[in-house]
Structure formats: C-alpha cells, structure tokens
C-alpha cells in the first residue's frame, strides 16, 4: 500500500495552519479573566461519569429552583421563564405517562422550529423517555426509514407538518403503527389525540421519575443528514448532552447568566438541541429560537432578541458574508458565537467585519464519542480535545488508514503539520452511543489499532495536527480524491474558487474520466448575482495562481442554486454519478483547455472518452 499525506505537500506548506509555543501560552493568559467560569465547569466535567443519576431534567430542574424568574427561551414576540418552561414540559410529561409511556420508550416529535419542540423535548426526556427528531423536511420511504428504525409508537405532529403523515402509505402506517398526537389551532384531524387539550388538564408538578434517571440512558434520537444515503439514527445519551453542555458551552463558549444565545438551525440537529440549549442551560441564560435561518432577517434577529452570542454552520456565515456590506455591520451585541464548519478561506474577513471576538469552533458528530473546542480562540482552529485521540497515517487512494506489516499491523499517527484520519478512543470515560443500528456501530470501530485489545471509533475525517492538542478540519474521507499521483482536498479547490470574481459558492468531487488513473476534479459552482456566465480564461489564471497545477478542476458545472440538506450541507453523490454528462446534465458545463475553461462541446466529449482531450 502506498503511503501519500491525505492533502497536497505544496498546501501544507503555503498553510501550515500549526500553533506555536508564544501563540498557545498567549490564549492561555488571555483566557485568565475567565477562570471562575471555566473552573467549575471543567470540574463538574472531569468527574461526570455514565453510571451516575442525572439527567437533562434535572438539571433544568435545579436551574429552575436557583432562578425560577429569569427567561429561559425566546420565540419570536414571547418570552418563557424557566418555572413557565419547566411547568410546561411537566404538562406533556404527566400527559404521556398516563398513556402508558414508560422509561426507554421512544417517542416521536414531528415539527418546524417553535418554542413547543423544546417544551416537549424536555417533557419527554424528564419522563426518561427518548426523543426521537424527525427531520420535518422527510417524506414517504424517507419518513417511514426514519420510523422503522427508532420504533416510536407516538408521534408529537404539528399542524405545519400534517402532509408529511399523509405522505405514508397504508402499508407503511401498518407496518408500524402510530397514534398521532396533533398540535395546532382549531379540532384535530378525525382519530387524532388533540395535545393541547389534553396537556391542558395535566399537573405541573415535577416528576419523580426524572430523579431516577442515569446518565448513561438515551436522550435522544437524532439523525445522520443523509448526504450519502438513508439517514441513521445516533444515540444522545444524557451522559454525552452533559458532557457538550460542559465542554462546548462552558469551556468554549463561555456564556453569563444574564447572556441570551440566537440559533436558526434546525432543533432535529445536534447544534442546536445539544450544543446551543446545552450551554444556556448549563449557564442558566436565554435561548433565542428562530422558526428559521433567513439571512436577510438574520441581524434584525439578533437586535430583536438582544443576543449576545449565536450559533452556525459553515455555510451560515458564508451566506452572511455574501451579502453586501453595511456600515453598521458590527453594530450589534454579539460578542461570541460557537458552531462547526468555518473554513479558514472566510474566518479573518467574517471575524473582523462583523466584530466578533471569540470564535468557538468545534468539532464533533452525531455518532462521535468525542468534541473538540476551539477554547482558546486560535485562528482557524476546530479546537482541542481533553479525552484520548489519534490522527493516524491515511492512504486517500484506498481509503484507508495505514497499517504495517501489509495491513495486518498496527496504524501510525502523523506528525504536526500533517494530515491524517481523526480516530477518537473508546473507553469507559468516552463510550460510544452509536447508532441504533448495531451492526452499523460496528462498522465505524477500528479495533487493534496502537496495541492489541484497543478500539478506536473513525470519524471518517480528515483533519490536520496543529499542535498542543489541537485540529483543524481538512475534508471528509472520500471528498479528497487523488489525480496526477497527488491528493486534491475539496475544501481548499472550493476556497479558491470562491475567492475568484463572480463565484459565489462552489462544490467540488473528483469525476472519473476513461483510462485515466484517479479521479479529475469537476466543481459545480454558483454565479453572483447579475453574473451570467464565466471568463473562462481569468478564471483558469486565477485558479493557477492559487492552486498546484493538478488541483485545478478539470470542469465545471454552472447552476443556480445548489442542493443542500436542512444543516446546509452538500449532496455529492448526485453530483459525482451525473458527472460530465450531458445526457444527465442538465446544467451548463465547462472543460478546461490550453486557453482557459470553454463550454462543453460533443466534440470535447467524444475526445475525451477516447482519450484524444488535452487537457490543460
């Protein structure tokens, strides 16, 4: 098996992206201030373990008891303290109880973002109940996947989400039956339990059961985006939720009491059911929820709700940075925001123009036993990880990692400043919750890894050694392909090109092209506003001034928008089948020649199936 570094040496070494001795002891003096924040949390952290009682209950429960006035959620014009929240849930805590919900059974919730998904997540979990998410985008074979695999025999429906039950056939709805429970305005639909009316009956009170609760039983379901097939449900346990609450929020984002943290994402995604209520919880301050991400709405939001810190997704903030400046764009509240994806292209110009101090980066998954947290506030940075980690050596040609002895050996890491597989130990301190699919569990562990009896879970990224501790996030395994006997990673060809005139997002694959070795690189790419075609020669100059030679795509697609999942995420496969194709593509295509990228002609195609293109 060849050994090859996973990104381009010439990459590397124009952006080393490590961290120095003076650069890590100054984020650590500066983080000095923050000690009586830091200091508690990281305690509690240290001796959280699986087997203890707690729950996500109980501790509202206990920030309840301590400041039973102070505002806990924000949802559009309507405030919820947390006594009113706290009250609320109970009500729908008690409601399924009497229908016979017991601890370990999973219950589904079917709606768009509004204040009642957080209020019944609580419900449910106080009842040690497992929430299962459903994504509200799901529909048909998709829907029913999700229902197969989680098993709830209750579903919490809105009204906003009425066609997605409709959308089940009579076979799938007998194949695993549920009883709907309905909330909107006006009478439910026939045989549909009404849950407002009913929850509106229910006592208040706190459960006793909540008390009873481990740590290490499930929370929720929350599942995968589906970017390569079905999605799969993953296990929250409460354990993990803690864990999040202790180390993203109070290591890295570092929130007050009197703090109110805005997210637009999705609460069916771990960002903000896990990441963003976890560290208002743990800091007993506000969530602000929007129905949705709008980016033309977003900093009015921000000023609405007097937010002092956000959350995001990559592509959020490139959307953000899209828009045209204003003068007042750093005239806000916000003085930290904590989310995953930032690329290193776009993090100094998003920091500086909307004035954000702290950036808290992290890494983690669904799935991952382990989080990363970029505490320190260091430069295009995912953070750092307390737990036990590896970046073993990564062959991208195979896809796989690197073993001695033809494979049968052990892996090797790498060293500071190159790249390799993230792979996150499995021990009693980090347990794997997995999926609930054990098989697929299974499928993601690498076991005999440094030394015999070892088990590692593989998180199927590629990310590079910073040094001290620290990750940064360099392509998901499988997006980084190989072309001209070097390793093209997809997130800086996607950075190039959106630093050239006119392009304003861009999604790069590798493509395979007849009798060629490897995979050549295809981009499907989104114009400015106004823009309507390509200078194709500027564009190939710009891309060869910034790139090795081998990087540079080889074509183009040209499209008005891009497919993305509900956390902005891209569909590859679509894109890697359909190819060059004109037969499956429908958009306008480009191929790179001597004098610059050129539409695609057939007589283009049919030279290069015969192997005759030259390609520049």
């Not at 090797?412 to 699919?437: F, M, N, S």
């Not at 590079?464 to 980084?480: A, E, K, L, P």
């Not at 690189?521 to 790139?547: R, S």
Request: charged content about 20%; hydrophobic content about 40%.
């Amino acid at each position: 098996m060849q050994t090859t570094p996973a990104v381009p040496d010439s990459n590397a070494a124009a952006n080393p992206g490590t961290i120095g001795l003076l650069t890590w002891l100054g984020a650590g003096l500066r983080m000095a201030p923050e000690l009586p924040i830091l200091v508690p949390g990281l305690l509690r952290l240290a001796f959280l373990r699986p087997h203890q009682t707690g729950s996500i209950g109980l501790t509202f429960e206990r920030q309840t008891a301590r400041h039973p006035g102070r505002p806990a959620l924000r949802f559009e014009d309507r405030v919820w303290t947390y006594q009113e929240l706290n009250a609320w849930a109970n009500q729908l805590a008690h409601s399924l109880k009497q229908a016979g919900v017991r601890t370990g059974d999973a219950v589904g919730l079917l709606m768009e973002n509004r204040a009642e998904v957080l209020a019944y997540t609580l419900g449910i979990v106080k009842l040690g109940a497992t929430v299962t998410l459903l994504n509200h985008n799901l529909r048909g074979d998709s829907l029913a996947h999700t229902l197969r695999i989680t098993g709830p025999r209750i579903v919490l429906l809105g009204a906003e989400c009425e066609d997605a039950a409709h959308s089940l056939s009579p076979e799938q709805l007998a194949a695993h039956p549920i009883t709907w429970w309905w909330d909107g305005d006006g009478p439910a639909p026939h045989g549909w339990k009404h849950l407002r009316d009913d929850i509106a009956r229910a006592p208040r009170t706190n459960l006793p059961e909540t008390a009873q609760i481990t740590l290490k039983q499930a929370a929720f379901h929350i599942f995968t985006s589906g970017t390569t097939g079905m999605p799969k449900a993953s296990v929250m346990s409460h354990y993990r939720w803690h864990r999040c609450l202790y180390g993203l929020g109070v290591l890295g984002l570092r929130l007050r009491q009197d703090d109110v943290l805005y997210c637009a994402l999705p609460l069916y995604h771990n960002n903000a059911l896990t990441v963003s209520w976890g560290a208002t919880v743990g800091a007993g301050a506000c969530l602000a929820l929007a129905r949705k991400f709008s980016v033309s709405g977003f900093w009015g939001d921000i000023d609405r709700h007097r937010a002092t810190a956000f959350t995001y997704i990559g592509e959020l903030c490139r959307y953000l940075l899209n828009q045209p400046p204003k003068p007042d764009d750093a005239r806000h509240g916000v003085r930290a925001i904590i989310g995953n994806g930032l690329r290193p292209d776009i993090w100094p110009a998003f920091q500086q123009r909307f004035g954000i101090k702290h950036v808290a980066e992290f890494y983690a998954a669904s799935e991952c036993n382990l989080a990363f947290v970029n505490a320190l506030n260091m430069p295009a940075s995912a953070g750092m990880c307390p737990l036990s980690f590896a970046i073993a050596a990564f062959d991208v040609a195979e896809e796989q990692p690197i073993r001695a002895q033809n494979g049968q050996g052990f892996m090797r890491q790498v060293g500071k400043g190159e790249v390799g597989l993230l792979l996150t130990e499995i021990t009693d301190k980090a347990p794997l919750d997995g999926y609930t699919d054990a098989k697929a569990t299974e499928a993601k562990v690498y076991r005999n890894v440094f030394k015999t009896g070892d088990a590692w879970f593989n998180t199927g990224d590629l990310v590079r050694d910073q040094g001290f501790g620290h990750i940064q996030f360099v392509d998901r395994v499988g997006d980084t392909f190989r072309w001209k006997g070097e390793n093209v990673a997809t997130t800086e060809v996607e950075a190039a090109l959106c630093q050239q005139a006119g392009i304003q997002e861009a999604v790069v694959y590798g493509v395979q092209i007849p009798g060629a070795d490897g995979r050549a690189g295809m981009a499907a790419v989104q114009l400015d506003e106004g823009v309507h075609t390509i200078d194709g020669a500027a564009l190939m100059a710009g891309l060869k001034a910034t790139l090795p030679k081998y990087a540079v795509p080889l074509f183009l697609r040209v499209r008005d928008t891009h497919e993305v999942t509900a956390t902005f995420k891209h569909r590859k496969v679509e894109l890697k089948r359909e190819a060059f194709d004109p037969a499956q593509v429908s958009d306008a295509l480009w191929v790179l020649t001597p004098t610059g990228y050129t539409p695609l002609s057939s007589e283009h195609l049919n030279a290069i199936q015969s192997g005759q293109f030259r390609f520049e």
